[in-house]
């Protein structure tokens, strides 16, 4: 490799010992090791001292299953190193069994820390025994279109911290079974899983660490009950309507997403005032239109507050009734809000009956301050009536705003004559305004643009 020039302070590879070059090659990707012993005669046995053993999607690429199991046979039976970190394998085992329980034994006796097993090419439900992976040194498992067997009364995998379940049956004695026996676990992930039926989370005497759950487009359930997390601090829900109940108290609590898809239903939810109150206390608090909706109508019957949320983040349906004066008034329910997120999609926030006879007036005669927020973005931001009066509207209230973010709608085009101007004027605002293009790809990376007030 070419030198780079002095001046620069950079060391290049040729600087480097072969021992300190092993190391860090030891840490990268099976595949990536590989390849590099083809670029360089120098390198051609590091993947030998590889520690991180990804036979995983990008590694199997085009190869054929045959060729597949050759590499990793030759992997494991030609290795030097003892110890590794990671064991990751896309498989499809439909006639291969024991072979991946040959190759999971092989990589548990290097003292993984990390397991993924991800066996989605596979054209039939295989299990996998939770003797396998009962070591100390094994922290964190995922398995994705593999079941796990672990009876109620094992007491195994108890030194598990993570558990990720992906596109599995997590029947209730299954989850009964993981609540009652990993009593190291911190982190419960169910994604795309079916069968679940009632989810009810009921930590065992000893499992005293579980800080955080997650539930995450599953299907054939019909609730979701926390019955005793006394340690539970996260909690992200994705998914469709269903009964929430939240039975004990969870004073740890602070990050809370409800992404729930669209439905009119939420409005007859039963238990909703329960489970408000039961995240009462979060800082962090996650939500879409839909939960805001089953809460509308109920803003003066009901009566919750947050009192200690700092962060509220919504994204509000294109087919959702939600206008500006309902989001206001929740954030009138929130005395410490500090930033303030909402993404307004693409034909949200349009015309209604509602809007124009009781929540323009609303917002006309508004007179409730947020002194303490000081961070808002508005995603999705046109020159619609509800986005301008909804920017304005923070403008105005919003005392000691620091920075006000417009994301411009996707394919939204601003005529070149417009200015930022024009949503301070008549206010008295010292905010930074930026108007920001939009990014496919994530919208926390912000370009600014020429229109920019503060």
């Not at 040194?137 to 990720?164: F, Q």
């Not at 898809?261 to 996650?286: N, Q």
Request: charged share 25%; glycine share 4%.
């Amino acid at each position: 490799m070419k030198r780079r020039k002095e001046q620069n302070h950079v060391v290049s590879i040729p600087q480097l010992d072969d021992d300190v070059l092993d190391s860090i090659f030891s840490h990268l990707p099976i595949k990536e090791v590989r390849g590099l012993s083809i670029l360089s005669h120098r390198f051609r046995y590091s993947w030998k001292f590889c520690r991180n053993l990804s036979f995983d999607r990008h590694f199997a690429g085009t190869m054929s299953t045959e060729k597949f199991k050759n590499a990793v046979n030759y992997f494991f039976k030609h290795r030097l190193s003892t110890c590794a970190d990671k064991f990751r394998l896309y498989f499809d085992a439909t006639n291969d069994v024991n072979l991946v329980s040959f190759w999971t034994q092989k990589a548990v006796n290097l003292g993984i820390k990390e397991f993924e097993l991800d066996l989605t090419p596979t054209k039939k439900i295989l299990t996998l025994s939770w003797d396998l992976i009962d070591v100390e040194t094994v922290k964190s498992v995922t398995l994705v279109n593999c079941e796990l067997h672990l009876p109620l009364n094992s007491n195994g995998l108890r030194h598990l911290k993570e558990l990720t379940l992906r596109s599995v049956r997590a029947r209730p004695v299954l989850v009964k079974a993981v609540l009652a026996n990993c009593s190291s676990l911190t982190t419960f992930r169910l994604v795309r899983c079916s069968c679940i039926y009632n989810l009810r989370i009921l930590c065992g005497p000893d499992l005293k660490r579980f800080k955080t759950l997650v539930v995450e487009n599953c299907s054939d359930y019909d609730s979701v009950a926390i019955i005793n997390a006394p340690s539970l601090c996260s909690f992200h829900y994705r998914g469709k309507i269903c009964e929430f109940r939240i039975q004990c108290q969870m004073e740890r609590l602070n990050d809370v997403a409800f992404e729930i898809e669209h439905s009119k239903d939420f409005r007859m939810l039963p238990h909703k005032k329960e489970m408000v109150v039961g995240i009462a206390y979060v800082r962090y608090l996650t939500i879409s239109s839909a939960f805001l909706e089953g809460l509308t109508s109920k803003f003066e019957e009901m009566e919750f507050y947050f009192w200690r949320l700092l962060k509220l983040q919504v994204t509000v349906a294109s087919e959702s009734y939600i206008n500006p004066s309902d989001i206001a008034n929740f954030l009138k329910k929130c005395p410490r809000i500090e930033n303030v997120y909402i993404d307004i999609g693409q034909n949200a926030f349009g015309s209604s009956p509602y809007w124009i006879m009781k929540g323009m007036k609303c917002f006309d005669k508004w007179e409730t301050l947020f002194p303490l927020l000081k961070y808002v973005a508005l995603e999705g931001f046109t020159l619609k009536e509800q986005s301008i009066t909804m920017a304005r509207f923070f403008l105005k209230n919003a005392i000691y705003l620091r920075n006000l973010t417009l994301i411009k709608a996707k394919n939204y085009n601003f005529p070149p004559t417009f200015t930022l101007n024009y949503l301070v004027s008549g206010i008295l605002s010292n905010a930074r305004i930026e108007l920001v293009e939009y990014n496919r790809e994530s919208t926390t990376t912000m370009i600014p643009v020429r229109n920019s007030v503060g």
